[in-house]
């Protein structure tokens, strides 16, 4: 593939809000296999680290998203490129690569590795998620019981159970839900916090058809399964930034008149000792 059949195939995954370069580096690099740059919007490929055509477009799937990140953040990426949101826009473009036959979906190949995928879904996620979910079913009965002989739960859950209160709110909550426990424990968790139950059957149903967790979280916040966010209006970026500004202004102004008051009582301590001696 040349870099004029690699930016067609990106194409059809998505069309741009502005438009992107493919450009090929001709090199071979040991750091990267490619790199996006925003201020000239290039996508470079060091096609020299491929022997595979599936894996260089893996590597520009991979650059166009931080393009299409980009472009709903005004053309800027942040010092912190991946993201959440970044991460959930690559695993939807990948989904309809793979879709449209231009990425060839390689986990699905290795016949070891599918089995060795179920034995990890069935004796690991399912059943840890069926541990903490029978565990929210006995709390609530430890809770139950600390009502009934007049003893506080959230104590029972401090000093006898020694666990976090966040911990087992999550449990009894994934038990109260009826959580699918296929997703295993930290997709449960997420789910758990979910307090909309149409939202939350929603993204459960979403994880079950193999969306990814980040893909499910972008589209809890409103919006498709991994679509680039809607760009920010500027007055409310503004605003945002300067309260951002004056709560720091104002921890540094605290911590300032504490030093101050540091300094006074030590140089205090200073003359006292002098006039000792």
């Known amino acids: 593939m040349n870099q004029d059949d690699i930016k067609a195939a990106l194409l059809k995954l998505e069309e741009p809000p502005l438009d992107v370069t493919v450009l ?43 393009h299409l990140h980009a472009c709903s953040q005004r053309g800027k990426l942040s010092t912190r490129a991946h993201t959440a949101e970044f991460w959930a826009m690559l695993h939807r473009l990948l989904a309809i690569a793979e ?11 290795s016949p070891e590795l599918s089995s060795l995928t ?44 020694c666990i976090p209160r966040a911990a087992a709110t999550m449990a009894m909550k994934m038990h109260h839900y009826q959580l699918n426990p296929a997703l295993g424990a930290d997709n449960m968790r997420f789910l758990a916090g979910i307090t ?26 409103g919006g498709a399964l991994g679509a680039p966010p809607s760009p920010e209006d500027p007055r409310e970026r503004l605003e945002k930034e300067k309260t951002r500004l004056e709560r720091t202004i104002a921890s540094l102004s ?21 006039g000792s001696a």
């Open 24 to 66: 090929f580096s001709g090199k071979k690099s040991k750091r990267v296999n490619g790199l996006y740059k925003p201020e000239s919007r290039e996508i470079i490929i060091h096609n020299r680290n491929f022997t595979d055509d599936n894996l260089l477009i893996y590597t520009a799937i991979h650059e166009y998203a931080h």
């Open 99 to 109: 879709t449209k036959g231009i990425y060839k979906n390689v986990f699905a190949a």
């Open 118 to 161: 179920e034995i990890i879904r069935q004796q690991y996620l399912r059943e840890n998620g069926s541990l903490v979910k029978a565990l929210g079913m006995h709390l609530f009965k430890a809770q139950e019981l600390c009502l009934a002989i007049g003893g506080r739960f959230e104590d029972y859950i401090d000093r006898v159970l």
């Open 196 to 221: 909309d139950p149409e939202e939350r059957h929603t993204a459960e149903t979403a994880l079950l058809q193999g969306n990814s967790p980040d893909m499910v979280r972008a589209a809890s916040k």
């Open 254 to 274: 605290k911590r300032l008149e504490a030093l101050e008051q540091e300094l006074e009582q030590y140089e205090d301590r200073l003359r006292k000792a002098a």
